[in-house]
């Protein structure tokens, strides 16, 4: 009896691609009707809000996120009526797609922690597309659309993956980096696949296609191509690190002209924009099944340096989480508590030191340890008064070592 050939993933997701078995789902209906509602231009406030209440999930998210930190002014709307007023019929009609987008970005599975960091990064993304569309001469409803969509293909990329190995028993968890990687060799070809199915604009279509390529001069605007392509080179910083100086947007090599300054303004702005998607329903399921937990690190010789006495309170839709810190780096802490949070959520974090730190925070590592959970948590766009209490701590945390 002949061995059976080892199961190739690789190939597996060729397949789905080949014989067009690829799952994409559907553009979000009420987003699609929001939007041709706007461009036709002979309507108002009423029926728009009207159109958002038809759906029950967007009108609970509307009127949540017009009460959010990032779009509040002033007191509590308690209306659909009232969120859309305030927030405006462009803003509704970006949100419509984010949040369309966002429930399939959020879904549960063994790879979700994967799944909620492209999502964290696509509205990251483009928020800063948004920002910087003028002064590129582009509409910023479009470089919304295209931040946000460009990327996409690495949810579908994701959902393929999870289907495929659903089927099979004994599959080996894999570290995040590994599984990520397989993501953006495919990621394209898929995107390309969900523009097609979604028949969405040339613009956009090429924007998926194209905004990895050396060359955008094949795209029918390569200036969109261009800022999205030089968007994600300050997502990418974002990723490892928990703030931007000048200096490392000054070497950003696709940022134009003062546009660092632009980035820099906007980064006061992305967390609460990122967190106000984020729902106290998310905190449900890690979704790491298939991700491989860090390795344990080695014991230190000698002495342990004693870490921070002050408590780091982490929480998400009013619902707060105490643990205690066990050592800070440049870059992030090790806390330990009881309560796990799912890796890649957006999270308030306030650090209960004098003065306290305040700002948002994503784990990004979580592992069973000491009868709790052990969590590697990174600060997330750290700026003003924030940044500068982070930089005290770190250095306390070093002099202490």
């Not at 597309?129 to 479009?142: I, M, N, T, V």
């Not at 993956?161 to 590994?178: H, Q, S, T, Y």
């Not at 790491?288 to 002495?303: E, Y």
């Not at 619902?319 to 870059?331: E, F, Q």
């Amino acid at each position: 009896m002949g061995t059976a050939a080892p199961f190739d993933l690789d190939q597996a997701i060729v397949d789905l691609v080949s014989r067009g078995a690829v799952k994409v789902p559907p553009y979000p209906a009420v987003a699609f009707k929001i939007e041709k509602l706007i461009r036709g231009g002979d309507y108002g406030l009423d029926a728009l809000a009207k159109l958002v209440s038809s759906d029950q999930v967007l009108s609970a998210d509307v009127l949540r996120v017009s009460n959010s930190a990032f779009y509040s002014r002033g007191g509590a709307v308690n209306s659909v009526s009232g969120a859309v007023a305030r927030l405006g019929a462009k803003d509704v009609a970006r949100l419509a797609l984010a949040f369309g987008l966002g429930a399939h970005a959020t879904a549960e599975g063994a790879l979700a922690s994967l799944r909620r960091q492209v999502w964290m990064d696509a509205l990251g993304s483009a928020l800063l597309c948004q920002a910087l569309a003028k002064g590129r001469g582009l509409s910023p409803d479009e470089a919304f659309s295209a931040g946000l969509l460009h990327d996409f293909g690495k949810v579908v990329a994701v959902a393929c993956i999870e289907d495929v190995l659903a089927r099979r028993e004994g599959v080996a968890a894999m570290p995040l980096a590994e599984w990520s990687a397989l993501v953006d060799r495919y990621h394209v070809e898929l995107g390309v696949v969900m523009a097609a199915r979604w028949d969405l604009p040339p613009v956009l279509a090429d924007v998926i296609s194209l905004h990895h390529e050396p060359s955008s001069v094949a795209a029918a605007d390569r200036k969109l191509v261009d800022l999205v392509a030089a968007v994600d080179e300050v997502i990418a910083m974002l990723g490892d690190r928990t703030h931007l100086s000048p200096e490392d947007l000054g070497a950003a090599a696709m940022l134009q002209g003062t546009e660092g300054e632009v980035v820099s303004r906007t980064l006061t702005q992305l967390p609460g924009f990122v967190a106000s998607f984020e729902t106290a329903d998310s905190w449900k399921s890690n979704g790491s099944a298939l991700v491989a937990p860090p390795p344990r690190p080695p014991p230190s010789p000698g002495s342990e340096p004693q870490p921070p006495p002050w408590p780091v309170v982490l929480s998400m839709g009013g619902r707060p989480a105490s643990y205690r810190i066990l050592g800070v780096a440049s870059t992030h802490f090790m806390v330990n508590g009881s309560a796990p949070v799912p890796e890649n959520l957006l999270v308030e974090m306030k650090v209960q030191c004098e003065p306290p730190l305040t700002g948002f925070a994503s784990v990004k590592l979580a592992w069973p340890d000491a009868g709790g959970f052990t969590m590697l948590v990174q600060p997330y766009a750290l700026t003003g008064t924030s940044l500068e209490r982070w930089k005290e701590i770190v250095a306390s945390a070093a002099v202490e070592a």
